[in-house]
């Protein structure tokens, strides 16, 4: 590793502090079956960007994920967040619930919008992805690619600041994965309000892409690293599928 990589990498986890973005404080869960899933996990988002977690089964990121949003409650430890987050799921199938994009979107956004508010801001979130004009385009006729970048709009309307991709591309084929993966890095750098997202993959040539990784295993995760330097360190894992 060069020695400018270096001390970005060190900034960037000195940066990690409570108060800025995300940050677990060795917080803990299990499951009533007695399967720790996270066990004094610590760990901050180090600012706007794409940050790659990697991990076999069972290391604990599914529940990061539903932590992080809010579905679970820690039972040890602290949360931080002043960010929005949203999840985005390996299925976008799982998530698309209306007819068509436009009727999809509108279920994402705040309810005190006026009638102009909320078409301006469906059609600003299409556009962002690369689906502009296909307000009225049934979701069933979408590609698999086309229904997760769907997916991403969804949280853009929402005004999500913080991506939760639970490995979004694992379902689709390579051309459409590299589309996910320029999407989603567009928005996290941006020149206006960039994105934090957090990307769960078991694709480690996906990590080229990211600005940062981390190895979470056994409940924990690990510093952030230059991509290349950990892909370097790991080998092949196993995905999940469905």
């Given at each position: 590793?060069?020695?400018?990589?270096?001390?970005?990498i060190?900034d960037?986890?000195q940066?990690?502090?409570?108060?800025?973005?995300?940050?677990?404080?060795?917080?803990?869960f299990?499951?009533?079956?007695?399967?720790?899933?996270?066990?004094?996990?610590?760990?901050?988002?180090?600012g706007?960007g794409?940050?790659m977690?990697?991990?076999?089964n069972?290391?604990?990121?599914?529940?990061l994920?539903?932590?992080?949003?809010?579905?679970?409650?820690?039972q040890q430890?602290s949360i931080?967040?002043?960010l929005?987050p949203?999840?985005?799921?390996?299925n976008?199938?799982?998530?698309?619930?209306?007819?068509?994009?436009?009727?999809?979107?509108?279920?994402?956004?705040?309810?005190?919008?006026?009638?102009?508010?909320?078409?301006?801001?469906?059609?600003?979130?299409?556009e962002?992805?690369?689906?502009?004009?296909?307000?009225?385009?049934?979701?069933?006729?979408l590609?698999?690619?086309?229904?997760q970048?769907?997916?991403?709009?969804?949280?853009?309307?929402?005004?999500?600041?913080?991506?939760?991709?639970?490995?979004?591309?694992?379902?689709l084929?390579?051309?459409?994965?590299?589309?996910?993966?320029?999407?989603?890095?567009?928005?996290?750098?941006?020149?206006?309000?960039?994105?934090?997202?957090?990307?769960?993959?078991?694709?480690l040539?996906?990590l080229?892409?990211?600005?940062?990784?981390?190895?979470?295993?056994n409940?924990?995760?690990?510093?952030?690293?230059?991509?290349?330097?950990?892909?370097?360190?790991?080998?092949?894992?196993?995905?999940?599928?469905?």
């Amino acid at each position: 590793m060069r020695a400018d990589e270096k001390t970005a990498i060190k900034d960037k986890n000195q940066n990690c502090i409570a108060g800025a973005g995300l940050h677990f404080e060795r917080v803990s869960f299990s499951w009533p079956s007695g399967t720790k899933a996270l066990d004094q996990c610590s760990f901050s988002t180090p600012g706007p960007g794409l940050w790659m977690l990697v991990g076999s089964n069972g290391s604990g990121k599914s529940t990061l994920f539903r932590l992080i949003s809010g579905l679970l409650e820690p039972q040890q430890g602290s949360i931080h967040n002043d960010l929005k987050p949203a999840l985005v799921f390996q299925n976008p199938d799982h998530q698309l619930l209306m007819p068509t994009c436009g009727s999809d979107l509108l279920l994402s956004l705040p309810r005190e919008l006026t009638d102009a508010q909320r078409h301006q801001r469906v059609r600003n979130s299409l556009e962002q992805v690369g689906l502009a004009g296909m307000e009225s385009r049934p979701i069933h006729t979408l590609s698999g690619g086309q229904k997760q970048r769907l997916a991403i709009a969804g949280a853009l309307a929402s005004e999500a600041t913080l991506l939760l991709l639970d490995e979004p591309t694992a379902l689709l084929d390579p051309a459409s994965q590299q589309t996910i993966l320029a999407t989603v890095q567009q928005l996290c750098h941006r020149s206006n309000a960039p994105l934090t997202a957090l990307w769960v993959t078991h694709r480690l040539e996906e990590l080229e892409h990211a600005d940062g990784a981390a190895m979470m295993k056994n409940g924990r995760i690990g510093g952030w690293q230059a991509s290349h330097q950990l892909r370097e360190n790991l080998p092949p894992l196993a995905g999940r599928r469905g």
